[in-house]
């Protein structure tokens, strides 16, 4: 049982590059969701997902796309990234249907040049 | 609007003290509150929830916390501090009648630096 996975794990974009960054979990959790943390800003939602081909924004979603086509899988994509978007990502996924408990992955660290 | 006040940047406190991190909350309704914890480069960690009931929650790793509803807080707290319990606490709350797009959204803190000397 992995948990929640997340690659890469480190990743230099240079300005108006795109990428995708890879979620997935094991344990059949319905709701997943995309974090960024930045310095003194805590954790900020980006996007969220309640179930396979459901999907809706969080706070920040300007610039990122998400999808969800599995129950395990749930990628961010960055259509164009700008240096606003240097920050560490996280994935969670969680067990219910009313965000009790989530659980995180390690995080992508992403710098945009 | 929900919103969760940390209004400590860092705590710092000598091993085998009591440790106390604050958080205050602003729901419309009943409020759903969790602390999380952050490792050095590592994803959060739940720590402990309240939901309904007992006003004081037990939680991993020895942590408990206090739900005060006159006070709108809730603080984490644990008896003897651990140099091995030095990380970011984050606490989170949901408003229980709240719907984001027809789902229920945590608010996360700032977090707060929780650094515990030898």
């Known amino acids: 049982n992995a948990g929640v996975t997340q690659t890469p794990k480190f990743q230099v974009l240079k300005t108006g590059q795109s990428m995708t960054l890879q979620c997935a979990q094991d344990?059949?959790?319905?709701?997943m969701s995309w974090y960024r943390q930045d310095p003194g800003m805590g954790l900020r939602l980006i996007h969220y997902?309640?179930?396979?081909?459901?999907?809706d924004q969080g706070e920040v979603p300007n610039g990122y796309n998400v999808s969800r086509s599995t129950t395990e899988d749930f990628p961010l994509r960055l259509l164009s990234a700008a240096p606003s978007q240097t920050s560490v990502y996280f994935c969670a996924s969680s067990p219910t249907g009313t965000f009790y408990e989530q659980y995180f992955g390690p995080g992508t660290r992403l710098t945009v040049t | 609007a929900q919103s969760v006040a940390q209004p400590e940047d860092q705590v710092n406190v000598a091993e085998g003290n009591p440790l106390t991190v604050k958080c205050t909350y602003s729901?419309?309704?009943?409020?759903?509150l969790f602390w999380y914890v952050q490792y050095p480069n590592r994803g959060l960690q739940f720590l402990l929830k309240?939901?309904?009931?007992?006003?004081l929650v037990k939680g991993s790793y020895g942590f408990e916390a206090e739900f005060n509803k006159s006070q709108t807080s809730f603080h984490l707290k644990k008896p003897s501090a651990l140099v091995s319990d030095s990380a970011l606490y984050f606490c989170a709350v949901r408003d229980r009648g709240r719907r984001h797009g027809g789902s229920y959204i945590p608010t996360f803190g700032r977090g707060t630096s929780l650094i515990v000397h030898p």
């Open positions: 997902s309640v179930g396979a081909g459901i999907t």
């Open positions: 729901v419309s309704g009943n409020p759903y």
């Open positions: 344990m059949n959790h319905e709701y």
């Open positions: 309240y939901i309904t009931g007992d006003n």
